[in-house]
Nanobody, 119 residues
């Protein structure tokens, strides 16, 4: 059974930092990529950052977080991290981890972790 577990959310003041983690287990094939998506009430889930689990480790960031957020991975542990610095109130939302399985391209979502940035 596939499990995707996020951790590291919380309440922080503007200008502060948080580090999110996402660990995947039970994936039959290897992981193709992992990513973080943010959702706020009334809006669709949006991509914040993603990283390939191939040797290149290509990354992708939303324009709103470039230069402030850094995504990284641990291939051995099937874990992904998001270091969030210089946080702004507009970064507030529920952050969901998405795991894309290699070959099948099946998507697995985590349960989400709340990030709240106060002004």
């Amino acid at each position: 059974q596939v499990q995707v577990v996020e951790s590291g959310g919380g309440l922080v003041q503007a200008g502060g930092s948080l580090r999110l983690s996402c660990a995947a287990s039970g994936i039959i094939n290897s992981i193709n990529s992992m990513g973080w998506h943010r959702q706020v009430p009334g809006n669709q889930r949006e991509l914040i950052a993603s990283i390939s689990f191939s040797s290149g480790g290509d990354t992708l960031y939303a324009d709103s977080v470039k230069g402030r957020f850094t995504i990284s991975r641990d291939n051995v542990r099937n874990t992904m991290y998001l270091q969030m610095n210089s946080l702004k109130p507009e970064d507030t939302g529920v952050y969901y981890c998405l795991v894309v399985e290699r070959r099948s391209n099946r998507n697995y979502w985590g349960q989400g972790t709340q990030v709240t940035v106060s002004s």
